[in-house]
């Protein structure tokens, strides 16, 4: 079975959702990246709630039958990146993320999981 993209984003952003991820952003990065169509940031608490929430990712594509092609993270990950394909969840701490700034550094517009849903 293989996910389409629009399947494959609202998996990731009800399991982001679901585990309590804060400020999901969704990101259309196609025609810009040569590696993925979709990039998804979302903001988790703690190390240990960011980690949970790369780990949630990771699982529920285990189950999708579409498991990740990789998971980065440290022991004490202040940031996890789960590389899906075609879309790429970065799960950071507000620390991380407001240092790495991705949003910025892609210099896309990035909408909210709740703005996406109301289009």
């Known amino acids: ?3 389409n993209m629009k ?3 609202e998996l990731i952003v009800k399991t ?5 991820a804060r ?3 969704v990101m259309d990065i196609k025609g810009i990246s040569s590696f993925a169509d979709l990039m998804i940031v979302a903001t988790g608490t703690s190390t240990t709630h960011v980690k949970a929430l790369g780990s949630h990712v990771e699982q529920a594509f285990k189950e999708a039958g579409e498991p990740p092609l990789g998971v980065e993270a440290g022991p004490q990950p202040d940031w996890v990146l789960v590389d899906l394909g075609n879309a790429i969840v970065h799960v950071m701490t507000e620390g991380a993320r407001a240092h ?6 892609w ?4 909408q909210t999981a709740a703005e996406q849903a109301a289009e």
């Open 7 to 9: 399947e494959v984003e």
């Open 100 to 105: 790495y700034a991705l949003e910025k550094l």
């Open 16 to 20: 982001l959702e679901d585990s309590k």
């Open 107 to 110: 210099d896309i517009k990035a």
């Open 1 to 3: 079975m293989s996910m």
């Open 23 to 25: 400020d999901i952003q």
